[in-house]
């Protein structure tokens, strides 16, 4: 169990909330509410998108920033001010500085797409002061405070802040606001979960204005601190991430954001999105509604697939964010095939022989798979040829019949399973 006695709370309030909004109205504008047809058919419920890639900065994270920024005293925002981020709420801390006059700089980690870097340089201007360190996002963070420390600065907290977590929970307010418009209730919000201030926002609005309305929260599988923390009835720190979802990539769950987030554990239900299905729905919104949504902000959706609610349920996605790296689309195909069961890898030995590549080609594969990739590996010894061959499979039912045709040819076959130490090895570096 981990020790928050040193951490101090106090609760946030619906009327906390309302005061934000109120706050922060003139500069932020609602985001929309948009009904799904798509995911409305698929799933059976009535699904509505929450477009926080919509905003200026084009993540819900300007919200708590700008809020939390707005409330500093003037002695403060002289000192200037420091953030940690992996890339989203450095973009709402640079607009919150470029926008009061205030002196900032922001730590993100190396991991941190080129894109968001650059879109924190433009909305920061020459207020801004942008520093790339650490691995992850928790060695920005360490880095940060260290800074702040120094030099008598204020830390504008991503996630684990009170003032925070009030501004994300604006969302909440709009979402309510907007189905009641349409004449709804809600029935399910489903919330991205990194290190937890949005969910601790939205649980807190709710519990107050609509204590029926059940609350999904999702994290990636590769970094699900909030699970964990649950597990272990308090904050603990992973190991290891997997930092793909890189919105949401966080060790450690925020101790204020668990402590909101345990006392409405009674309608919370947590659910983790792989990050292979991640890549797969964030495909699916751009072909489809021509949405660009980045790893994180596609996570409510994934989420949605592991849900079993009433047919008819009416249900708000919240899309957090749409800051997408395009250079990043290959390794986001890649992951989504691999989770489809379309693209697989193999080891092949070949024997020393002519016409085995003709023979794998032709007594091997199917009429519709497509080596994606042939690279010969260092020979072991003189009889066999070893060679990493990657294909893309027409139809993933026809993964069994290509085991077969494997196991019945001279070839030796042997396939290299996601997540094993070989996999990793050979195809993720």
């Keep these: 169990m981990s020790d928050m006695s040193d951490v101090s709370f106090e609760p946030v309030h619906a009327s906390d909330i309302q ?24 799933t059976g419920y009535s699904v509505y998108l929450k477009r926080e890639d919509l905003q200026d900065v084009r993540s819900y994270k300007i919200r708590g920033a700008y809020y939390a920024i707005s409330n500093l005293s003037d002695a403060q925002r002289t000192a200037g001010i ?23 700089k922001i730590f993100v980690p190396s991991k941190t ?28 963070s360490a880095a940060a405070r260290a800074d702040a420390e120094a030099r008598g600065a204020t830390s504008i907290e991503p996630f684990d802040a009170r003032d925070t977590v009030i501004g994300q929970g604006t969302i909440a307010a709009e979402i309510l606001s907007q189905l009641t418009a349409l004449g709804k209730n809600l029935d399910t919000v489903v919330v991205p979960v990194g290190g937890g201030g949005l969910l601790a926002g939205v ?15 999702v994290e990636p599988s590769g970094a699900a601190s909030l699970h964990a923390a649950l597990e272990n009835d308090g904050p ?11 919105g949401a990539a966080v060790k450690r769950i925020g101790a204020v954001n668990f402590h909101i987030i345990e006392a409405n554990k009674g309608r919370l239900h947590t659910v983790a999105a792989d990050e292979g299905a991640v890549a797969t729905e964030m495909l699916d919104l751009y072909q489809s509604e021509g949405i660009i949504a980045e790893p994180a902000g596609a996570l409510s959706v994934a989420g949605l697939r592991e849900l079993n609610l009433p047919a008819g349920s009416t249900v708000a996605c919240i899309i957090s964010g749409g800051n997408n790296d395009v250079l990043r689309y ?13 693209k697989h890898y193999f080891i092949v030995n070949f024997p020393q022989e002519p016409g085995q590549l003709l023979s794998f080609l032709t007594e091997i594969l ?9 690279e010969y590996l260092k020979r072991n010894n003189r009889e066999t040829g070893a060679a990493l061959v990657g294909l893309e499979l ?26 094993t130490p070989e996999y990793e090895y050979l195809v993720s570096t």
């Design 19 to 42: 005061s934000a909004q109120a706050r922060i109205s003139s500069i932020i504008d609602p985001t929309p509410l948009q009904y799904c047809p798509r995911l409305s058919e698929e």
């Design 82 to 104: 420091v953030a940690a981020s992996a890339g989203n709420h450095a973009q709402g801390v640079a607009y919150a500085c470029r926008t009061m006059g205030i002196p900032g």
């Design 113 to 140: 797409p080129k894109q968001k870097r650059d879109r924190i340089a433009v909305h920061g201007g020459d207020m801004v002061e942008l520093v790339v360190t650490g691995a992850n996002f928790d060695e920005a």
């Design 203 to 217: 649980a807190s609005y709710l519990a107050d204005m609509a204590p029926r309305t059940a609350i999904v929260g």
């Design 236 to 246: 603990v720190t992973l190991p290891e991430v997997d930092t793909f979802v890189d």
């Design 330 to 342: 290959a390794e986001i195909m890649e992951r989504s095939l691999v989770h489809r069961g379309l």
């Design 366 to 374: 199917g009429p519709e798979d497509d080596i994606t990739l042939f």
């Design 394 to 419: 027409g139809n993933a039912g026809e993964f069994d019949s290509l085991l077969e045709r494997m196991a019945q040819s001279r070839i030796d076959c042997r396939h290299i399973a996601p997540g």
